[in-house]
């Protein structure tokens, strides 16, 4: 009895499973940079709903902290962002365009970091013969993207430490910010170089860095370059970052 129990859950699960839509919206732009006085002025979200159904999509933002290993911590922003509207019913195919504002102090020392999410709020799929009695599926996705406000004249510095090869090949790289700006990881170049000179670039979409790829000023990242991206070097290494 029981083989037959776990075996029409897993039939089950399985029809559930095949009834779920693919993701049904497209936002852009995915990450932002501004000057306090540019984002006062405010920038254009794109929200797509790429279904053939209407969709119901909420936007909520938030401030974003960030520790040694690039993952995130979120805190509801009530005061510095203004979004209009911040939901909407968006028809088959069709876009809606949010207008993201930030109002809050324009004197600041240190840049600012947020993250607006678009949630497409639960949609309850409709039952037909082959779902199973009680079942009951909800989808919901959720779209993050980034806002970084910086005040005009900061820029990042990187200082790398503790660059060791781990046993599996791995390079693995502390990387500090001592500027006063935001340093973009995932857009800057890196480079590795063996004990013997031997010199490899690094293809930055490949480097692990986290949730989140931003450093921000005074922070510390603890990174990761596979294996397969260095192995054109041997013994010891040194790295080199150069943010764009």
């Known amino acids: 009895m029981r083989i037959q129990n776990l075996a029409a859950m897993a039939v089950a699960a399985t029809l559930i499973a095949i009834t779920v839509p693919a993701e049904a919206i497209d936002v852009t732009p995915m990450v932002t940079r501004l000057t306090p006085q540019q ?3 405010g920038y254009r979200l794109s929200v797509k709903n ?9 936007l909520t933002p ?11 911590t979120l805190t509801e922003e009530k005061e510095d962002l203004l979004l209009f509207p911040p939901q909407s019913i968006i028809p088959p195919n069709r876009e809606q365009v949010v207008q ?3 109002v809050g102090p324009q004197q600041f020392s240190e840049p600012r970091m947020y993250l607006v999410r678009t949630a497409q709020l639960p949609v309850r799929l409709a039952a037909d013969e082959s779902t199973p009695v009680g079942a009951e599926v909800q989808v919901a996705f959720n779209v993050n993207t980034h806002l970084f406000v910086s005040p ?17 090949g791995d390079v693995r790289v ?3 910010n001592s500027g006063t700006g935001i340093a973009h990881l995932r857009t800057a170049r890196y480079a590795v170089t063996g004990a013997g000179g031997q010199r490899v670039d690094v293809d930055a979409t490949k480097v ?10 005074g922070g510390v990242r603890h990174i990761r370059i596979p294996a397969d991206q260095v192995a054109g070097v041997s013994g010891d290494v040194t790295a080199s970052i150069t943010p764009q």
């Open 39 to 41: 984002a006062a002025i």
């Open 50 to 58: 790429t279904s053939a159904q209407p969709i119901t999509v909420e």
């Open 62 to 72: 938030f401030r974003m902290a960030l520790d040694e290993n690039g993952r995130r």
């Open 100 to 102: 993201i504002r930030y």
């Open 152 to 168: 005009s004249g900061t820029a990042p510095r990187l200082e790398l430490s503790d660059t060791r090869r781990e046993a599996n």
């Open 174 to 176: 502390t990387v500090r």
């Open 208 to 217: 692990e860095l986290g949730e989140v790829s931003a450093l921000q000023a």
